[in-house]
């Protein structure tokens, strides 16, 4: 019997779905697919780091199960994210034979779970798929809510369709397996939730902090947590017309800095998102709009973390600020060429700003850039 610390469903009628929580859960797939889905043929995509690590104990849980399955293999790293592994993608899926009524698993962190989301998609004309993340990034953001896609040469995630997965299984134990680094990238989506609207959040983090990092129960109860907030705002905005749009604190200013640093190791997603929550209440307190205290306090906590709060921690050198500007103003959040970001006016009162003016962000960026 698989053990599951904690069910988060979310509720979106026929495209409703459970998220599963706990220690071992890829050790007990095979049972829980061969349950819900009888029948299926399954087509695992992975990128060759979690296939090392993870890919054996789903292999053998599925065999267990008796549940025919073939594994497509990726790079690692957001390059990954691309028209040409999108191809890749598709064309072994399709050379497996699985058919349209057969299910995809996205087994990795979020550049496998946008990127076989996406092949699934559009694949047979949609194939239904199962995310199984092993990031802390992937199972507190990028599993939940059916947002897949690709990178383009004009800006992150630009390319995509709204596809929600059948289920989430998120192992905890896979968490124990990641570098320090990626652990920290994920821990910022944690943090953003706290910022977004849920001030006692932020709290309790700053406190059990400790903690979450070691692995202890409060690991489980955070993304549990995360997982219950997300679902919510996605019942209520599923494809991203209004209050979902919230989720993106950070990623305007942390897209573009991924951008000009070509999608690399660089800078990880979530040391991007990491940075801009950082400017985005720097930039609310310049407007006028957020107490100066509170961009200090989430710096600091983002630090202890272990993660960049400023663009000058970002090897390297960065473009101009005329380029971060043109790459903020193809983000997805832009209306008819007006900027739009998330700002906000304190600690957990992230609100949506339209027609923000351009002249004032290339002002900003420029004090900013080290």
Not at 90 to 98: D, I, N, Q, S, Y
Not at 128 to 157: C, E, R, W
Not at 177 to 190: D, I, K, M, N
Not at 219 to 248: F, M, P, Q, S, W
Request: hydrophobic letters at 40%; a negative charge.
């Amino acid at each position: 019997m698989a053990e599951i610390d904690h069910t988060v469903h979310v509720a979106l009628g026929e495209r409703a779905y459970d998220i599963l929580i706990g220690p071992r859960l890829l050790d007990e797939a095979g049972a829980l697919l061969a349950e819900r889905f009888p029948g299926r043929r399954y087509g695992i995509v992975t990128d060759e780091h979690v296939a090392k690590a993870q890919l054996p104990r789903l292999a053998a849980s599925l065999d267990a199960a008796g549940l025919e399955h073939e594994t497509i293999v990726l790079p690692a790293g957001e390059s990954t994210k691309s028209y040409q592994k999108l191809e890749t993608v598709v064309e072994g899926l399709l050379a497996a034979r699985l058919e349209r009524g057969d299910l995809v698993i996205a087994l990795g962190g979020g550049v496998i779970g946008d990127l076989a989301g996406f092949a699934s998609a559009i694949t047979r004309r949609g194939m239904d798929f199962v995310q199984m993340p092993t990031s802390l990034l992937a199972q507190v953001d990028s599993s939940v809510g059916g947002k897949t896609g690709i990178n383009s040469a004009h800006g992150k995630n630009l390319v995509g369709a709204f596809h929600q997965p059948k289920l989430v299984l998120a192992d905890l134990s896979t968490l124990k397996t990641l570098p320090p680094r990626q652990f920290a990238a994920g821990y910022a989506e944690v943090a953003k939730y706290g910022l977004i609207d849920d001030p006692g959040f932020f709290d309790w983090l700053e406190t059990h902090f400790d903690d979450i990092r070691d692995g202890g129960p409060s690991l489980g109860e955070a993304v549990a947590r995360c997982c219950a907030h997300k679902a919510r705002v996605v019942i209520e905005d599923e494809r991203e017309t209004g209050v979902r749009a919230l989720l993106n604190l950070g990623h305007t200013f942390g897209h573009a800095l991924e951008k000009d640093t070509g999608y690399s190791d660089r800078l990880l997603h979530g040391e991007g998102v990491s940075i801009g929550m950082v400017l985005a209440h720097t930039f609310s307190t310049r407007l006028g709009l957020a107490p100066g205290q509170d961009a200090g306090r989430v710096a600091a906590h983002l630090r202890r973390a272990g993660l960049p709060t400023t663009m000058a921690e970002i090897p390297g050198a960065l473009g101009s600020t005329e380029s971060l500007l043109a790459a903020i103003a193809q983000d997805k959040k832009v209306q008819r060429g007006a900027l739009t970001f998330i700002l906000t006016r304190g600690i957990g009162q992230a609100f949506i700003e339209h027609g923000v003016d351009p002249q004032a962000v290339h002002a900003f960026l420029e004090e900013m850039r080290p």
